[in-house]
């Protein structure tokens, strides 16, 4: 990295921020209010909307050659949500960094369980709710936040910047090799910031440096052409609801560890620094309890070898879930036998886990134990593998000491357990730049439930650490 001959005085772009960080939330604050969700069934004008808002942002922040970015899909009947795209450019010789957020959101869930409308941000006991205001509009923020503390104050930035705002990164990012191939030219960068992950704990910042994968699979099985009377032909007619259910439950043994054959094959071990650096983080058994909010009597599940090891078991271990089931529902229900059941389950994929081997060993594991003849139909969907990054380097060591800077504390290196499809084939187009992980989520985010919130006062050491990155990068 070149030397400045004339370095950019970084605290006029603190200052800046200190005296206007307000208007910055109000920024956050009106992204939220826009139900971005990108699932099929929900308004695809919102995220429409969402890309305007973000657009005009990202020109109020000073970025040049702002666009919405649309795809045409190879599937016509599911066109592909906007990206938004934003660059800056001014600082020759500087190097390049590409900065990515995503606006679209999660689907709001049961609101009857939000204490305040999903999508009107409501502020309480420091901490900004709604949805998206985490994941991942509070991301969006952190970059114009400090690009504008910087061209506000000096009138340029240390280094060129491009931020790219994707659209539809909650459904799995379903048009990105298509975007790639599109716009790969206008992505090059040295190295890329992607502000969608979590910090270790409130206060303490982190990296994360590996992502499991995930494979999706939509399950519906079906036995009868119509719902039958329970009394009339309860015993001798099967019941394709009992039949899945007994087919999603052989997919983990008593103690709910994954048991399909031949998925742990492929798992790679964990090595004895890797070991001892997971064992080193103040994580454990009530930490665990207290994050994930158990209930008194729930156990705490197993790894494989039969220890407790959360931290191993959240981000180096394959896991299993049932995401959503379906035969009648609670306001339908009637004394009937189904005709058909659906599930839609999840696995999340760990190095050297091949995605397409996962879909195959699955498959061939719930037609073998689909019970009484009923007929199974499974469509698989491969979000991405698992990803990980050995986090050495000059622009590491610069975005360890901005955290540090920022937030006052010592940032921890940290796996996810959640998957970022964009990360792998990014990182893979622009020629293996590295990637850094850097979020502004914590353990008590609720970033796919109910009352998703940020903690405010993280967001805001999340941008001062933004301010002082740009400059030692």
């Known amino acids: 990295m070149s030397q400045q001959k004339n370095p950019i005085d970084f605290k006029k772009a603190l200052q800046y921020y200190e005296q206007n960080k307000l208007k910055f939330l109000e920024d956050l604050q009106a992204l939220v209010r826009i139900p971005s969700v990108s699932f099929d069934g929900f308004p695809r004008e919102q995220v429409q ?12 922040t000073g970025l040049e050659n702002v666009q919405i970015l649309e795809l045409d899909s ?29 606006h679209d959101v999660q ?27 985490a994941d991942d509009k509070a991301g969006v923020v952190i970059h114009t936040a400090a690009i504008t503390s910087f061209l506000n104050s000096c009138g340029t930035l240390p280094i ?46 982190a990296i994360t440096v590996s992502l499991r994968g995930l494979v999706v699979f939509d399950i519906e099985v079906k036995a009868l052409k119509s719902p039958k009377h329970s009394g009339m032909w309860g015993g001798p007619v099967p019941d394709p609801t009992v039949a899945l259910c007994k087919m999603l439950a052989s997919c983990v043994d008593e103690q709910g560890r994954l048991c399909i054959p031949g998925i742990w094959d492929e798992v790679r071990p964990l090595l004895q620094n890797e070991k001892q650096a ?59 036998i189904n005709d058909s059941a659906w599930a839609r389950v999840g696995i999340r994929t760990v190095a050297d886990m091949s995605p ?9 594991y719930l037609n073998q134990t689909a019970p009484w003849g009923v007929e199974v139909n499974i469509t698989p969907h491969v979000s991405g ?44 187009v622009l020629g293996g730049i590295p990637a850094l992980l850097i979020g502004v989520e914590d353990p008590y985010t609720n970033a796919h439930s109910e009352n998703e919130s940020v903690m405010i006062e993280d967001f805001e050491k999340s941008i001062r650490s933004a301010i002082y990155f740009y400059s030692e990068f």
């Open 385 to 428: 593998g698992a990803w990980s990054t050995n986090p050495q380097g000059p622009y590491f060591e610069a975005a360890l000491r901005a955290l540090e800077k920022g937030f006052k504390t010592k940032p921890v290196l940290m796996g996810c357990g959640g998957s970022i499809p964009f990360v792998e084939p990014m990182v893979e």
């Open 278 to 336: 997971l064992d080193a983080l103040p994580f454990g058994v009530q930490e665990l309890r207290y994050q994930a909010e158990f209930l008194k009597d729930t156990w705490i599940l197993p790894a494989r070898d039969g220890t407790v090891k959360p931290l191993t078991q959240m981000w180096r271990e394959p896991s299993f879930s049932i995401n959503a089931f379906q035969a009648s529902s609670r306001k339908l229900a009637s004394n009937v």
């Open 107 to 133: 689907p709001p869930g049961r609101e009857e369980l939000w204490k305040s409308p999903p999508f009107e941000p409501s502020e309480r006991q420091g901490r900004l709710y709604g949805r998206g205001t």
């Open 74 to 102: 190879l599937d016509v009947s599911a066109p592909a949500h906007p990206y938004v795209y934003g660059e800056w450019l001014k600082a020759p010789g500087k190097p390049t960094l590409l900065l990515y957020a995503h």
């Open 160 to 205: 060129n910047v491009k931020l790219i705002v994707e659209g539809e990164e909650e459904i799995g990012s379903p048009h990105l090799k298509l975007f790639l191939q599109k716009y790969k030219d206008l992505l090059k960068a040295d190295a890329m910031v992607l502000t969608d992950t979590q910090n270790f704990d409130t206060g303490v910042p």
């Open 356 to 364: 397409q081997r996962t879909v195959e060993l699955v498959i061939a």
């Open 49 to 60: 909307n969402s890309a305007k808002a973000v657009a005009e942002l990202l020109k109020l």
